[in-house]
């Protein structure tokens, strides 16, 4: 909501599996905001994963910033396309925390993930920028 009081236009990519999966839709939509959604079964909006509503935004537009969050597998391809694109980018990193403390090393992102080794959502998250 800051960004739209500050009068920046924001464009929001929804993904998921089906329609039914999606959440959030009438929010955005009431907002006013642009959106984009992707089902990998087509049954709504763009066919395919939200990377590719992604790249489909980012060829159509000047983006300066990209903010994601979901699961790692979409996570790291998100900031390849981000690094790519030479977009900055803000990701939000889940995990399983056990101690929340840096001490356990439950919460430490798997290698290739994109973020250095080692890195933990608890200590180093849970959110990390690549400008
Ligand atoms: S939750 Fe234990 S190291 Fe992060």
Same mark, same amino acid.
């Given at each position: 909501m800051? %960004?739209?009081? !500050? #009068?920046?236009?924001?464009q929001?990519? %929804? /993904?998921? #599996? $089906?329609?039914?999966? *999606? *959440?959030m839709a009438?929010e955005f !939509? #009431?907002?006013g *905001?642009?959106?984009? +959604?992707?089902? !990998?079964?087509? $049954?709504? /909006?763009?066919?395919?994963l939200?990377t590719d509503?992604?790249?489909?935004?980012?060829?159509?537009q000047? +983006?300066?910033? +990209?903010?994601?969050?979901?699961?790692?597998?979409? %996570?790291?391809?998100?900031?390849? *396309?981000? #690094? !790519?694109?030479g977009?900055?980018?803000?990701?939000s990193w889940?995990?399983m925390?056990?101690?929340?403390m840096g001490?356990c090393?439950?919460?430490?992102?798997e290698?290739g993930?994109?973020? =250095?080794? /080692?890195?933990?959502?608890c %200590?180093? /998250? =849970?959110v990390?920028r690549?400008d």
């Amino acid at each position: 909501m800051e %960004l739209l009081k !500050n #009068r920046c236009k924001v464009q929001v990519v %929804l /993904g998921a #599996r $089906s329609a039914g999966d *999606i *959440i959030m839709a009438d929010e955005f !939509n #009431r907002a006013g *905001i642009d959106l984009l +959604v992707t089902t !990998n079964d087509a $049954s709504l /909006g763009l066919q395919g994963l939200v990377t590719d509503g992604l790249k489909k935004v980012m060829a159509g537009q000047k +983006v300066d910033m +990209v903010y994601a969050c979901g699961p790692s597998a979409m %996570l790291t391809p998100v900031a390849q *396309i981000c #690094r !790519n694109a030479g977009v900055p980018c803000q990701l939000s990193w889940e995990a399983m925390m056990r101690c929340g403390m840096g001490l356990c090393g439950s919460c430490e992102l798997e290698e290739g993930s994109g973020e =250095p080794a /080692g890195w933990l959502v608890c %200590l180093d /998250g =849970p959110v990390a920028r690549h400008d």
